[in-house]
Nanobody, 119 residues
Framework: QVYMMESGGGLVQAGGSLRLSCAVS????????MGWYRQAPGKQRELVAL???????NYADSVKGRFTISIDNAKNTMSLQMNSLKPEDTGVYYC?????????????WGQGTQVTVSS
């Protein structure tokens, strides 16, 4: 079974930094992609950062140059380093893992962690 659990959220002032972690119950090699999403109040969930099995990454334009996604294979942990935080970064952050099993796409989610950036 696949379990994912985020940690590291909290309250921070604008310009500050936070590091989110996602502990995963299975090896990252079982995933096609892994990523971080966020959902602000009243808005749809959006992709923040994505890392593919080959190591390439994608970032939302709004976080490019400020956020960095990384994976520690030895610890089965994915992280999101967030610097120069802005109030608009506020939201619930979710980690996601996507598997392709016999051409079927499966998504797994953590329960989310709240990030609040004060102005």
């Amino acid at each position: 079974q696949v379990y994912m659990m985020e940690s590291g959220g909290g309250l921070v002032q604008a310009g500050g930094s936070l590091r989110l972690s996602c502990a995963v119950s299975v090896s990252f090699f079982s995933f096609n992609t892994m990523g971080w999403y966020r959902q602000a109040p009243g808005k749809q969930r959006e992709l923040v950062a994505l890392i593919r099995s080959g190591g390439s990454t994608n970032y939302a334009d709004s976080v490019k140059g400020r956020f960095t996604i990384s994976i520690d294979n030895a610890k089965n942990t994915m992280s999101l380093q967030m610097n120069s935080l802005k109030p608009e970064d506020t939201g619930v952050y979710y980690c996601n893992g996507n598997q392709l099993v016999e051409s079927e796409s499966r998504d797994y989610w953590g329960q989310g962690t709240q990030v609040t950036v004060s102005s």
